[in-house]
Each structure stands twice: as structure tokens, then as C-alpha cells.
């Protein structure tokens, strides 16, 4: 039997949905409280033991402060720099129950609370504070969800390794929910098209400035679908649909190489499957776009 949990849309669907809407509203924080650092990443989630977290912003008094969100005590963490705790539940009747919390927590402490009211990447989205569908959190899909972290967070981890070029964290973008890992060539790239619901175009524009292979982890989120593993390159270049990637397969809809976490889960070494797909599919983008893979490419090894 795989360790890898399984998650299963119709039993975890509504609880990923609170995750997903919980790490916006904290990535949200950030986005109007700090400086905008370069294709958005100061936005994204840090992985943690736990669960994600913000990095630290910083209040007008001097003070920062942190944002998690605990897998295990299934809360929004607060932590301030003088010390100062506290927390939200996840399990709340409504968004808009949550949302009222998490602002009235950040008030306590005089810490900024103002943040675009508006979820992003998702369709037909309510503002969060007019959110007041009824909901059911579950702390065993939640924990599903860490421990299916817990699992791929490593191979991940090892792939961003084998690149010496400019590359992203592993993170997590609250927008659509996914674990991601950028390299970049070093070239510009034409504007991006944009498009995307509650994301502005400039904003999608700035991320993708540069020619970039991306891989990640889509948890679904508040979209009620399977999680899969997926792999793309902006600007694609000829040939690159039609390269040979292990395991998976190139989807049309996306337009990027995608495997399931089911398929992931059911194979004899989960992560050595993943590891194959995810180096096989960066090679087949750069190798796609002509990237000079010798300068750019290294053993994960210590010097």
C-alpha cells in the first residue's frame, strides 16, 4: 500500500475549497503590505512543517509579523515579532465568517488588515466577506493534504537542485492553489496574454517577463477536480507538444505536460515517478527552446 495519501475530490472537495480561500486572503496581506519583488514571489506561500506560510511584512510601528496556515491545529497562525500570538479556526459555518475573524485578529494586534476583497483565479468567485454558502471543514482531508505535501515537497526540493540558473522557490501561489518551482533561460519573453479571472494582466505580464519552465502540484483547490502534477514552458516553442516526457501526457486544454496524483500514488516508487516525469518534461522544454542546458544545469550535489 502507497504511503502517498490519497485524496479524493468528493470527500476533500469542500475542505481544499476553505484552504484555498484561507492562503488568499493571508497571500493578500502581502501583496498590499510589502514591496512587490520580481514575478510576484514575496505573494507566495512558504512550505513548512505544518502546513504554509507568508513572509514576514512588516507593520508601520517597526513590528512583523507572519501568517501560517496549520495544517495541524487547522487555524490561521498569527506570530508577531514582540512575541504577540494568536489564531483563527478553519472550521467556520462561511467564508464570510472566516473572513470577519481573520480581519478582526489582525485589528487586535494593530497590524495591517486591508486587502483586496476579491478571491483570484477563480470563477464566478464571491467577495470574501459576501461568501456566506455553508461549509464543512475536515480535518482528515486537511491532513490528507499535509501529508500528500509531506511526500512530494522532497522530490520537489531535489529537482529545483539540478539548476544553477535563476530559479524560484518551491512555493505555494494561493491564486490557483499549486506548489511551483520556475527556472528561467535568461531570456525576455513576448508581453503574456493574460486573461485570468481576478488576476490583472500587468500582473501576469511581470510574471511571465522572462522565458520560464515551470513545474509544480495543483491541489484543485476550490475547483472541484483531481490533483495533478504538471509541467509547462512560456513562450512554447516548436516541437515542444510532440517531445517525449516520462510519464503523463501533454494536455490540449492546458496546454502543458500533466500526471495525476492518482497515478503518482499508484505507482511501486511514487517519487521516483515523480522525479522522471519532472526532469524529463524541463528537458523536453529546454531542449524545446534551445536553452544552453551545460551553463544553465548542475549535479545536486554540495561543492
Known amino acids: 500500500m502507497s504511503d502517498w495519501p490519497e485524496l479524493r475530490i468528493e470527500r476533500d472537495h469542500p475542505t481544499l475549497a476553505i484552504l484555498h480561500l ?7 496581506i502581502r501583496v498590499a503590505h510589502a514591496p512587490w519583488s520580481n514575478h510576484g514571489w514575496h505573494v507566495a506561500l512558504q512550505p513548512r512543517a505544518n502546513g504554509f506560510e507568508t513572509l514576514p511584512t ?16 487547522h487555524a490561521i497562525e498569527l506570530s508577531v515579532s514582540d512575541d504577540g500570538r494568536d489564531s483563527v479556526p478553519l472550521a467556520q459555518p462561511t467564508i464570510a465568517d472566516l473572513h470577519a475573524a481573520f480581519v478582526a485578529m489582525l485589528d487586535r494586534h494593530g497590524l495591517p488588515s486591508s486587502f483586496n ?6 470563477d464566478g468567485a464571491a467577495p470574501f466577506a459576501d461568501d456566506r454558502a455553508e461549509r464543512a471543514y475536515d480535518p482528515d482531508s486537511a491532513d490528507r493534504l499535509r501529508r500528500a505535501f509531506a511526500r512530494l515537497l522532497p522530490v520537489f526540493d531535489h529537482f529545483r537542485a539540478g539548476f544553477a540558473g535563476k530559479s524560484s ?20 519573453a513576448p508581453p503574456h496574454p493574460g486573461g485570468m479571472p481576478g488576476l490583472p494582466d500587468r500582473v501576469a505580464r511581470e510574471a511571465y517577463s522572462h522565458e520560464v519552465a515551470s513545474a509544480g502540484f495543483w491541489a484543485a483547490g476550490a475547483a472541484e477536480a483531481e490533483p495533478f502534477f504538471y509541467s509547462y514552458i512560456y513562450p512554447e516553442p516548436d516541437g515542444y507538444r510532440s517531445a517525449k516526457v516520462a510519464h503523463g501526457r501533454f494536455d490540449e486544454t492546458f496546454g502543458e505536460f500533466l500526471l495525476p496524483y492518482a497515478e503518482v500514488r499508484a505507482a511501486a516508487d511514487p517519487a521516483a515517478m515523480l522525479g522522471e516525469f519532472l526532469q524529463s518534461a524541463y528537458e523536453a522544454a529546454a531542449t524545446s527552446a534551445s536553452w544552453d542546458r551545460a551553463a544553465l544545469e548542475r549535479a545536486p550535489v554540495a561543492p
Open 22 to 28: 484561507a492562503s488568499q486572503m493571508m497571500g493578500k
Open 117 to 122: 476583497a476579491m478571491p483570484s483565479e477563480i
Open 169 to 188: 522557490p518551491v512555493h505555494l501561489w494561493w491564486g490557483a492553489f499549486d506548489l511551483a518551482v520556475s527556472r528561467f533561460s535568461g531570456k525576455t
Open 58 to 73: 512588516a507593520a508601520a510601528d517597526g513590528r512583523t509579523f507572519t501568517l501560517a496556515l496549520d495544517l495541524c491545529t
